[in-house]
């Protein structure tokens, strides 16, 4: 079991708050990623649940027990440092048999070497690297370090795995071939994962909970398609997602009893049923715009003058302006679209986002 239950958890470094009053239920065996820009406060927020950095105030329990003041070795939470944290001179089998070495955190028994080997044959398995036990760390792949990283911290039977952007030092393929490991890795294990990343596709990809920070507070927690159908606010939307979403100024009015949504060049009635009138920002991501042909609707129409156009080959990305809004549409190839032309663009009230400008939210 490794639920984990944070309650009014905040740091502060010198006056600056790094994180800052976070509530936050981990359940057993979720893949939680704590998304965020740089800065943010993810590492404090990490380290405070490793038991490496003191929290200025607020509770960590695990499993219903108090944490928050038990040193990092008794906590049974395993951080996972990226590869390069294995002993380079020690042997895969020697590396994964280093921590068995120390006494166990509640026992203080230290395994016999028959049990050790029992015991990193058991995770060796469990991780796929049981043919690789006498090679030297350089002789592994990236993937495979990875793993044998995880292994050390599988050895004690941690209640939950700490990542830090365990990925940010792989290049691109590796990057999403290690994705999916890690992804099989938690569903193997049923373990808790808590992942640390500024990277959007890693957090949608590997995922079953992302928790949006912004400035060391909560934005949006929910599952990737909740916060990508459902963002809460106008930094989730264009933190997720890529191209980001598009934000049109407009103003929500109520005129003889119609709600409209108007903006700098075009108008349309809202059946949302918001009748406030307010500033409001429109949202809309780029492949629920459309470049209309000839006779085509949408109910919101902009004209947007083109300024770049990228050519993906499964799919055509047109950048442009309508009015003072950058807007960017995605859509399927098309080759008859060029820098500085004039087109209409189209989008639906089923896809829309409406924002307060003033908030954001
Ligand atoms: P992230 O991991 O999301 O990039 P961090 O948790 O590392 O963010 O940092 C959050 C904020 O706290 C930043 O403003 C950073 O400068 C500050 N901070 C982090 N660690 C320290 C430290 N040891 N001393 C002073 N400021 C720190
Ligand atoms: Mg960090």
């Known amino acids: 079991m490794g639920a984990i239950s944070i309650t009014g958890l905040a740091r502060s470094f010198k006056g600056t708050v790094a994180v800052d009053a976070v509530d936050l239920e981990i359940a057993d065996g979720e893949f939680c990623v704590l998304l965020g820009p740089s800065g943010c406060g993810k590492t404090t927020l990490l380290r405070m649940l490793a038991g490496l950095l003191e929290p200025t105030a607020g509770a ?22 990226q590869s390069y944290a294995l002993y380079p001179h020690l042997s895969v089998y020697r590396n994964l048999e280093f921590p068995l ?18 015991r990193i044959e058991e995770v060796a398995a469990a ?4 043919h690789l036990l006498d090679r030297l760390p350089k002789a592994l792949s990236g993937g495979q370090r990875q793993r044998v990283a995880v292994g050390r911290a599988l050895v004690r039977e941690p209640k939950a795995f700490l990542m830090d952007e365990p990925l940010s030092n792989l290049d691109a393929a ?28 890693e957090a949608m990809t590997m995922a079953t909970k992302i928790v949006v920070l ?6 949006q927690v929910g599952t990737p398609l909740d916060v990508y159908d459902r963002p809460a606010s106008t930094f989730v939307a ?11 100024p407009a103003r929500i009015t109520d005129i003889d009893g119609v709600v409209r949504l108007i903006g700098a060049d075009f108008a349309a009635d809202l059946w949302d049923g918001r009748v406030d009138e ?42 442009g302006k309508a009015a003072d809004a950058d807007v960017c549409v995605r859509g399927a190839r098309t080759g008859d679209i060029r820098v500085g032309d004039i087109v209409r663009v189209g989008l639906d009230l089923a896809h829309l986002h409406i924002f ?5 939210r």
């Open 60 to 81: 960590i329990a695990i499993d219903g027990v108090d944490i928050t003041d038990r040193p990092s070795k008794d906590r049974d939470i395993a951080m996972v440092f």
């Open 174 to 201: 590796l990057r999403t071939q290690t994705r999916q490991e890690l992804s099989a890795l938690h569903q193997r294990l049923g373990a808790t994962f808590v992942y640390v990343t500024h990277d959007q596709v």
């Open 356 to 360: 307060d400008a003033a908030t954001g």
């Open 214 to 219: 912004n400035k060391g507070r909560i934005e």
């Open 238 to 248: 264009t933190f997720i997602g890529s191209p980001a979403m598009n934000l049109l």
């Open 127 to 130: 991780l796929d690297i049981g």
């Open 278 to 319: 307010f500033e409001a920002l429109i949202g809309a991501r780029p492949e629920h715009m459309r470049v209309l042909g000839h006779g085509e609707r949408g109910d919101i129409e902009l004209a947007i003058q083109v300024a770049s156009v990228e050519q993906l080959g499964h799919e055509t990305i047109v950048y």
């Open 101 to 118: 070495t120390q006494a166990h955190k509640h026992t203080g028994v230290t395994l016999d070497k028959a049990q050790r080997r029992a």
